[in-house]
C-alpha cells in the first residue's frame, strides 16, 4: 500500500471481477448476435455464447450454497450477503435468465423455424439480454459501494488503503 492509496490486492481484485464481468456480458449479446445472423449447420463445433456467459459468471462447479472461490457468482454471493436485499438476489436472477437464453438460442437455431417465429425468439433474447445485464450491474454497485466504504473507514472496519 501507498500513500497514495493505491492498494495492488484491491487492484487485482477489481481487474479480474470487471474483465470477467464484461466477458460475460459479450458473451450474452454474442448469443443474441448468433441467433439473428447465422445458422448452426454453419458450425458444427460451436461453442454455445450462452454457456460461455454462464462459465464467466459460475466457474468450474460453483456450490450454489457457497460464497467462496473467485467466480462472479461467489463474488455477487458475498455482495448480497453484505448488503442484504432479500427481495432481490442478482444472483438467482441471472442463472434464470441464462437458462432462458440457452433455451431461446436452442430454439432459434433448429432449421424449420418460419422467419416470423425467429423473430419473437430474437426479440426475447434482447429482452433477457437486457434484463441479465442489469441484474449484473446490481453486484457491480454494490462493491463499488462497499469498496468506498472500506476505503473511507466507514464499513465497521479499518482502512488499509492509506
Keep these: 500500500?501507498?500513500?497514495?492509496?493505491?492498494?495492488?490486492?484491491?487492484?487485482?481484485?477489481?481487474?479480474?471481477?470487471?474483465?470477467?464481468?464484461?466477458?460475460?456480458?459479450?458473451?450474452?449479446?454474442?448469443?443474441?448476435?448468433?441467433?439473428?445472423?447465422?445458422?448452426?449447420?454453419?458450425?458444427?463445433?460451436?461453442?454455445?455464447?450462452?454457456?460461455?456467459?454462464?462459465?464467466?459468471?459460475?466457474?468450474?462447479?460453483q456450490d450454489t450454497e457457497s460464497m467462496d472461490g473467485g467466480s462472479l457468482y461467489a463474488w455477487a454471493s458475498r455482495m448480497h450477503k453484505l448488503f442484504g436485499m432479500p427481495a432481490f438476489d442478482a444472483n438467482n436472477q441471472i442463472l434464470v435468465n441464462l437458462k432462458q437464453l440457452k433455451s431461446d438460442l436452442d430454439l432459434c437455431l433448429e432449421e424449420t423455424k418460419p422467419d416470423g417465429e425467429k423473430e419473437e425468439i430474437l426479440q426475447s433474447m434482447w429482452s433477457v439480454a437486457k434484463s441479465t445485464t442489469t441484474a449484473m450491474t446490481v453486484p457491480l454497485m454494490q462493491n463499488l459501494l462497499y469498496s468506498l466504504a472500506v476505503a473511507a473507514g466507514t464499513d465497521g472496519t479499518e482502512s488499509t488503503d492509506s
Design 1 to 61: 500500500n501507498k500513500p497514495s492509496g493505491y492498494n495492488p490486492q484491491l487492484t487485482g481484485e477489481t481487474m479480474r471481477v470487471v474483465i470477467m464481468w464484461m466477458s460475460t456480458v459479450q458473451s450474452i449479446y454474442e448469443g443474441v448476435e448468433f441467433c439473428s445472423t447465422m445458422a448452426a449447420e454453419k458450425y458444427p463445433n460451436l461453442v454455445n455464447p450462452i454457456d460461455k456467459a454462464a462459465a464467466f459468471w459460475i466457474g468450474n462447479q
